[in-house]
């Protein structure tokens, strides 16, 4: 997308079932003037190029009633995702066809049809349960498809800030504005704790672990004047240490599907990920929204590319600078060459080794004969054999 447009509220991977990567943009209307629509477009994605389509493969266009939009939750499935906005709730979005021929169709959703701007949404690593956090602070957790509320906590927050739901599915994390953060089990919606804090720390933003190793939930916490990483451990939810990563407030975090990396976006345009096992930075990105806070952050469905969104400057795809994964093939590839390596190593040492099966032959040797030992034994070192 051309930088400096300023009307991409949010941006998002969908990752399809034939292994394609597409992107789904919203564009708001609030800087086109007051009688334009807000706008859905879903591009496709070059890893080649790492770059997205100069044109959507699709579109959807709002009502003027509906109002901007606001946020968006995608299916792990990749075959629908949910969109928020200001006047119209929630609507489901179901993507049909392929890359070159994607249809998008649009559906109410009875439950969120009017809860008003929803300012986070999530989908469990699983698909079963949708989760949505509203600006009055209300938090719902839903069964999904069926749509069947499990949670409708009018007062879980002052407002919803940030949510994530844990690889497991079992627990839904959530902050608030205020600074506080809760955790929910997403099976009946009951609250489990409300993390610690002390008195100068505000808990702004959470991501749980997906490596399936290491069973922490990671916090972006403004401490004082300070911005620092905290990770609680989810077995005890117990704040185990912290860690300054990004060295400024953050806007918005975001986890790898595979849980090798976090990241962060800073209020004035820069992203640092971090490797999640040293919990140290191996890429930093500056000024990539110049002065313009990152409204959404995400990594790419099996790339090492992330989509970033501001309202200034738009959608930026940056492949990250980080040691390149080892592809399946390359793994099958260095097994099949140690066991080539192992088969030559043992060819070459029978070669040369003077082992009890390496004897040279008595007429090689005419001077060396054998010494009997013991006189019951005979120059047939195996003894009769029984056929």
């Not at 906590?153 to 800030?161: G, W």
């Not at 844990?166 to 955790?183: N, P, V």
């Not at 808990?203 to 922490?216: A, M, N, V």
């Not at 990105?285 to 099996?302: A, D, N, Q, Y």
């Amino acid at each position: 997308m051309e930088p400096g447009q300023g009307t991409v509220t949010f941006g998002s991977w969908i990752r399809r079932p034939e292994n394609v990567n597409l992107a789904v943009l919203g564009r708001s209307s609030k800087k086109k003037g007051p009688a334009a629509p807000s706008v859905l477009e879903i591009f496709s994605f070059d890893p080649e190029t790492t770059s997205l389509s100069t044109s959507p493969q699709a579109t959807y266009v709002f009502e003027e009633t509906d109002g901007e939009l606001v946020t968006i939750a995608v299916h792990p499935s990749g075959d629908d995702f949910v969109c928020s906005s200001t006047k119209g709730g929630c609507k489901l979005f179901e993507l049909h066809g392929q890359e070159t021929n994607l249809k998008l169709l649009a559906k109410e959703l009875p439950p969120l049809q009017d809860v008003g701007p929803q300012t986070c949404m999530a989908f469990s690593v699983d698909g079963s349960r949708f989760a949505t956090g509203g600006v009055d602070g209300r938090l719902r957790i839903l069964e999904w498809p069926s749509l069947r509320i499990i949670l409708d906590e009018p007062k879980a927050h002052k407002s919803v800030r940030d949510m994530d739901f844990s690889l497991d599915s079992e627990f839904l994390a959530s902050t608030s504005t205020d600074g506080s953060a809760r955790i929910w089990k997403a099976e009946d919606g009951s609250p489990v704790v409300s993390l610690t804090r002390n008195a100068n720390e505000k808990i702004e933003l959470c991501r749980f672990s997906k490596d399936g190793t290491k069973p922490f939930l990671f916090c972006a916490v403004q401490k004082g004047d300070k911005a620092v990483t905290a990770v609680y451990d989810i077995s005890t939810w117990n704040k185990i240490g912290f860690k300054r990563l990004l060295r400024k407030p953050a806007s918005i975090m975001s986890i790898s599907l595979d849980g090798k990396y976090l990241a962060l976006g800073s209020k004035d345009g820069d992203v640092c990920v971090a490797e999640v096992k040293k919990m140290e930075v191996s890429h930093l990105s500056k000024r990539l929204h110049l002065g313009t806070c990152i409204t959404s952050l995400e990594f790419c469905p099996g790339q090492r590319v992330v989509l970033t969104t501001s309202d200034e400057w738009g959608t930026v795809v940056t492949k990250l600078n980080v040691p390149a994964d080892w592809k399946e093939w390359q793994i099958y590839l260095l097994l099949a060459g140690l066991f080539l390596a192992s088969a030559v190593a043992f060819y070459l040492f029978f070669q040369k080794s003077d082992s009890f099966w390496n004897v040279p032959s008595r007429r090689d040797q005419p001077g060396r004969q054998f010494e009997i030992l013991d006189p019951q034994y005979s120059e047939d070192a195996f003894g009769p054999v029984d056929m």
